[in-house]
T-cell receptor, first 114, second 116 residues
């Protein structure tokens, strides 16, 4: 079946540090890939997405590139801020899966210290 | 872009009772989904709410415990029945495939349920 694996957290960084959160997936074909963010006490917000190989999703300074050869969708940001502290979820929906819900990774708790 | 309103936002319920959670989208959508997020955990899909037919449940979830309605293309409800403390979670609805500018899968703000 489909699965998403994320690096374990919490990840603690200083402000302005470079961020990478690793995400790899298992799925047949070409799933669509997503990063969601959950701020404390809030619901999920879509951060970025990519629907085909070599696509780069970007938003709010975050980027992730769909790498079919390594089945990865790592999240990166060049300079993090305290306000980026949140839980980040990598997720996929199967190829052609318009009727399917998302499969989520376990989430990575990011803590940014001033 | 479309907005999903979910209510109640939180509730504290007695064991053995039931709670119905409502999810309203401000435009018509094809697919609606219900997820559970247990404390400190990721999201697990409960079921897909199909308009005009019964919901499709994932392994480990049954209709008697989590009855779902989808009377039209903008609304769905999830009922958590005969609750126990193990049902304490955040329940989220999600939608995709609509005319309201949905990008990816949009989520409601969630219902934080505590069963005592």
């Amino acid at each position: 079946g489909n699965s998403v694996t994320q690096m374990e957290g919490p990840v603690t960084l200083s402000e302005e540090a470079f961020l990478t959160i690793n995400c790899t997936y298992t799925a047949t074909g070409y799933p669509s890939l997503f990063w969601y963010v959950q701020y404390p006490g809030e619901g999920l917000q879509l951060l970025l997405k990519a629907t085909k190989a070599d696509d780069k999703g970007s938003n709010k300074g975050f980027e992730a590139t769909y790498r079919k050869e390594t089945t990865s969708f790592h999240l990166e940001k060049g300079s993090v801020q305290v306000s980026d502290s949140a839980v980040y979820f990598c997720a996929l929906v199967p190829a052609g899966g318009g009727a399917d819900g998302l499969t989520f990774g376990k989430g990575t708790h990011l803590i940014i210290q001033p | 872009s479309a907005v999903i309103s979910q209510k109640p936002s939180r509730d504290i319920c007695q064991r053995g009772t039931s709670l119905t959670i409502q999810c309203q989208v401000d435009s018509q959508v094809t697919m609606m989904f219900w997820y559970r997020q247990q404390p400190g955990q990721s999201l697990t899909l409960i079921a897909t709410a199909n308009q005009g037919s019964e919901a499709t449940y994932e392994s480990g979830f049954v209709i008697d415990k989590f009855p779902i309605s989808r009377p039209n293309l903008t609304f769905s409800t999830l009922t958590v029945s005969n609750m126990s403390p193990e049902d304490s979670s955040i329940y989220l609805c999600s939608a995709t495939g609509g005319t309201g500018g949905l990008i990816g899968y949009t989520f409601g703000s969630g219902t934080r349920l505590t069963v005592v």
